[in-house]
């Protein structure tokens, strides 16, 4: 099992940024990529970005390309969600999750381990 707990979520008016972070604990991340998502009321869990495992490659929506930046630390067990130049549209609940895989995906059913989610709005 996996656990993951996500952090910095807010509110924060549109042009500010915000930082996530998801703490992965639980068995061994090796080899695993890790992914961001979003979902709104209503909506379906929508892809935002996701990292391979060892951070070689990344992977970002068209909504979000070039405002957010996704990162993971050395040790691989924690990944981050700069999101800059935010607008009301990215106001949403972020999930962190963990994909079994090297490498990320685009869809949340690929991956294999969720968080709870946090908080993000954005005022305009």
């Known amino acids: 099992q996996v656990q993951l707990v996500e952090s910095g979520g807010g509110l924060v008016q549109a042009g500010g940024s915000l930082r996530l972070s998801c703490a992965a604990s639980g068995r061994t991340l090796s080899g695993s990529a890790m992914g961001w998502f979003r979902q709104t009321p209503g909506k379906e869990r929508e892809f935002v970005a996701a990292?391979?495992?060892?951070?070689?490659?990344?992977y970002y929506s068209d909504s979000v390309k070039g405002r957010f930046t996704i990162s993971r630390d050395n040790a691989k067990t924690t990944v981050s969600l700069q999101m800059n130049s935010l607008k009301p549209e990215d106001t949403a609940v972020y999930y962190c999750?963990?994909?079994?895989?090297?490498?990320?995906?685009?869809?949340?059913?690929?991956?294999?381990?969720w968080g709870q989610g946090t908080q993000v709005t954005v005022s305009s």
């Open positions: 999750a963990v994909r079994l895989s090297r490498w990320g995906s685009r869809l949340p059913d690929e991956y294999d381990y």
């Open positions: 990292i391979s495992w060892g951070g070689v490659s990344t």
